[in-house]
């Protein structure tokens, strides 16, 4: 069975904090991605990696960065949280055979709180 | 620009009611649509999806079909249940391009 997922469910940091979120997943997939979650705004793409050490800005990637030093593990960085991060983060993985039928594999969400 | 909008939740119903929840798209190009579904304390996952014109995309007793002339995919169901209970996304992407574009989630509650 596909599995994504998120090393941490909930956390709670301060502001200027340096963030660590953590997503792994075990399909081989060369495309995973980035999103937050808020209420009335939908999921909005922070980043994406086509493969190991590419990355790709989405669409509000302003006080976030990546790594992808393993194809499996996709690790969002925040370099100073604030409190306008606090938020749900949802790693997404896709197989590139997937590019036409778009179905991502989503893990169960790491909910941050910047205090 | 690409965007996806869906009626405005929550949405309340009985068991074994009737499901509508409304979608509409604006997309450069011919876009595939989707609709995804999030459980309780779960990540999103896919539900049903369509690529092309007229295409109807059906899974676990839900329907939507792409409707081009009036750019929409709405999803149905005939007779909604409690376990039906979640938070639904509609989702669309473009040709080759990576990023699936998200409407804001339409919240479903269904009571006994």
């Known amino acids: 069975d596909v599995k994504v997922t998120q090393s941490s469910r909930y956390l709670v940091k301060r502001t200027g904090e340096k963030v660590f979120l953590e997503c792994v997943q075990d399909?081989?997939?060369?495309?995973m991605f980035w999103y937050r979650q808020d209420p009335g705004l939908g999921l909005r793409l922070i980043y994406f990696?086509?493969?190991?050490?590419?990355?790709e800005k989405g669409d509000i990637p302003e006080g976030y960065s990546v790594s992808r030093e393993k194809k499996e593990r996709f690790s969002l960085i925040l370099e100073s949280a604030s409190t306008n991060q606090t938020s749900m983060y949802l790693c997404?993985?896709?197989?590139?055979?997937?590019?036409?039928?778009?179905?991502?594999?989503f893990g169960e969400g790491s909910r941050l709180t910047v205090l | 620009g690409n965007s996806v909008t869906q009626m405005e939740g929550p949405v309340t119903l009985s068991e074994e009611a009737f499901l509508t929840i409304n979608c509409t798209y604006t997309?450069?190009?011919?876009?595939?649509l989707f609709w995804y579904v999030q459980y309780p304390g779960e990540g999103l996952q896919l539900l049903l999806k369509?690529?092309?014109?007229?295409d109807k995309g059906s899974n676990k007793g839900f329907e939507a079909t792409y409707r081009k002339e009036t750019t929409s995919f709405h999803l149905e169901k005939g007779s909604v249940q409690v376990s039906d209970s979640a938070v639904y996304f509609c989702?669309?992407?473009?040709?080759?391009?990576?990023?699936?574009?998200f409407g804001t989630g339409t919240r479903l509650q269904v009571t006994l």
């Open positions: 997404a993985s896709r197989d590139p055979s997937g590019m036409r039928t778009g179905e991502l594999f």
């Open positions: 990696s086509y493969d190991v050490k590419m990355k």
């Open positions: 997309a450069t190009g011919y876009p595939s």
């Open positions: 989702a669309l992407s473009v040709g080759t391009a990576s990023k699936l574009t």
């Open positions: 399909m081989d997939h060369e495309n």
């Open positions: 369509a690529t092309k014109a007229d």
